[in-house]
Nanobody
Framework: QVQLVESGGGLVQAGDSLRLSCAAS????????MGWFRQAPGKEREFVAA????????YYADSVKGRFTISRDNAKNTLYLQMNGLKPEDTAIYYC?????????????????WGQGTQVTVSS
């Protein structure tokens, strides 16, 4: 059974940092891109960041560019999201996902494995 399990969320103040982790089990995502998405209350799930299998290429939503960094450790089968300079508008449930392809894509339809999400709340 394939599982993606996120951790590292929490309640922080504006300007603080958090590091999210996503541990994969049941299979390795060799060759697959992986990504982070988030969903705020009353809003659709939106793309945050994605990374290729090798980690050689990354892509970010404009809203997080320069503040968030996505990385992966394939030996540990783990995906990370370092979030610095957090803002109240970053408050959301954050989901990791594995893409069905090696390409970096921003649409949720291209990701076929999802974690259960971890809550990030940023107070002002």
């Amino acid at each position: 059974q394939v599982q993606l399990v996120e951790s590292g969320g929490g309640l922080v103040q504006a300007g603080d940092s958090l590091r999210l982790s996503c541990a994969a089990s049941g299979r390795t995502f060799s060759g697959n891109a992986m990504g982070w998405f988030r969903q705020a209350p009353g809003k659709e799930r939106e793309f945050v960041a994605a990374i290729t299998w090798s980690g050689g290429r990354t892509y970010y939503a404009d809203s997080v560019k320069g503040r968030f960094t996505i990385s992966r450790d394939n030996a540990k089968n783990t995906l990370y999201l370092q979030m610095n300079g957090l803002k109240p508008e970053d408050t959301a449930i954050y989901y990791c996902a594995a893409a069905s392809t090696s390409a970096i894509l921003t649409g949720t339809a291209f990701y076929n494995y999802w974690g259960q999400g971890t809550q990030v709340t940023v107070s002002s």
